[in-house]
């Protein structure tokens, strides 16, 4: 049987295999993800950042910040956050999106970092809406998102839907 787009897009983004390894639904892997998004819960993921020591981001151009999920939020409190945040991204020389610029994910399409082939994680359950542009897309937590800016790499399992769907509910002749 061939290989799923899933299957080719892990096995291009795999880290640490032979060229031309192949990837099989079940795999697990270390990848290194095109980018990882995250928007304003990078509040919370620079302090996991600090937390394992990192002080350097491995590769600048892999983070993107966008910031849309609590922009109504005008308090002293929020936007310090946000100018934290700003700071942070600055400092690391990381892309950066204020609050206004558009939803995280529809930055992420229309800015070019999700292209066809690509593999991009974010830490934003919604990350899996990549596959409509022909990409792999893939929700991590704070602590991964924390671990790739420090590393650029982290594990995942190649995982095929329909396999997983026939162990929960395997189909039964009638």
Same mark, same amino acid.
């Given at each position: 049987?061939?290989?799923?787009?899933?299957?080719?897009? #892990?096995?291009?983004?795999?880290?640490?295999?032979?060229?031309?390894?192949?990837?099989?639904?079940?795999?697990?892997?270390?990848?290194?993800?095109? !980018?990882?998004?995250?928007?304003?819960?990078?509040?919370?993921?620079?302090?996991?950042?600090?937390?394992?020591?990192?002080?350097?981001?491995?590769?600048? *151009?892999?983070?993107?910040? #966008?910031?849309?999920?609590?922009?109504?939020?005008? %308090?002293?409190?929020?936007?310090?956050?946000?100018?934290?945040?700003?700071?942070? *991204?600055?400092? !690391?020389?990381?892309?950066?999106?204020?609050?206004? %610029?558009?939803?995280? !994910?529809?930055?992420?399409?229309?800015?070019?970092?999700?292209?066809?082939?690509?593999?991009?994680?974010?830490?934003?359950?919604?990350?899996?809406?990549?596959? *409509?542009? *022909?990409?792999?897309?893939?929700?991590?937590?704070? %602590?991964?998102?924390?671990?790739?800016?420090?590393?650029?790499? %982290?594990?995942?399992?190649?995982?095929?839907?329909?396999?997983?769907?026939?162990?929960?509910?395997?189909?039964?002749?009638?």
């Amino acid at each position: 049987m061939g290989l799923t787009l899933v299957e080719k897009i #892990a096995a291009r983004h795999a880290d640490g295999l032979a060229a031309g390894a192949v990837v099989r639904s079940g795999d697990f892997i270390s990848i290194r993800p095109r !980018h990882v998004m995250t928007h304003d819960n990078t509040g919370a993921v620079i302090p996991k950042f600090k937390q394992i020591g990192a002080t350097s981001i491995a590769d600048p *151009a892999q983070p993107v910040f #966008a910031i849309d999920h609590d922009i109504q939020n005008v %308090t002293p409190k929020n936007l310090e956050k946000y100018a934290n945040i700003e700071k942070f *991204a600055g400092q !690391h020389g990381i892309d950066f999106y204020p609050a206004g %610029t558009g939803i995280s !994910h529809q930055v992420m399409v229309e800015q070019g970092y999700v292209v066809p082939g690509a593999m991009v994680v974010a830490s934003d359950s919604h990350s899996n809406l990549y596959g *409509a542009m *022909a990409a792999l897309g893939t929700p991590v937590v704070r %602590t991964d998102a924390a671990s790739i800016w420090a590393t650029g790499v %982290t594990w995942w399992q190649v995982l095929n839907l329909w396999e997983m769907a026939q162990r929960i509910f395997p189909c039964r002749p009638a």
